[in-house]
């Protein structure tokens, strides 16, 4: 298995600045991911592929739980009262 290397703080801030106008761009766009490819490739780019991976389950996380925060939990129907 190959070494790799952890970014230095100059790789960091240019993934973390990459990341940043992404999630801008979806915002702005009602996530729509079209309308934001250059910042995605940028994304992908300059971020390991780990990162992206993690910025991205981070961002749904982010976005699942500012929903919960503001409109609530709805239970989803189901079977009622069976055990």
């Known amino acids: ?3 790799i290397s952890a970014p230095n703080s100059a790789e ?3 993934c973390w600045d990459a990341r940043d106008l992404l999630w801008k761009c979806l915002d702005d766009n009602h996530d729509n991911v079209s309308a934001c490819q250059k910042f995605h ?3 992908e780019a300059k971020c ?3 990162w ?3 910025f991205t389950k981070r961002r ?3 976005k699942y739980k500012e ?3 503001t409109e ?3 239970p989803a129907d189901g079977p009622q009262g069976q055990l």
Do not use: H, I, S, W
Request: net charge positive; no cysteine.
């Open 1 to 3: 298995m190959p070494f």
């Open 12 to 14: 960091r801030k240019t």
């Open 41 to 43: 490739n940028e994304f």
């Open 48 to 50: 390991p592929a780990q």
């Open 52 to 54: 992206v991976k993690y």
């Open 60 to 62: 749904d996380f982010l």
């Open 67 to 69: 929903k919960m925060e």
């Open 72 to 74: 609530g939990f709805t």
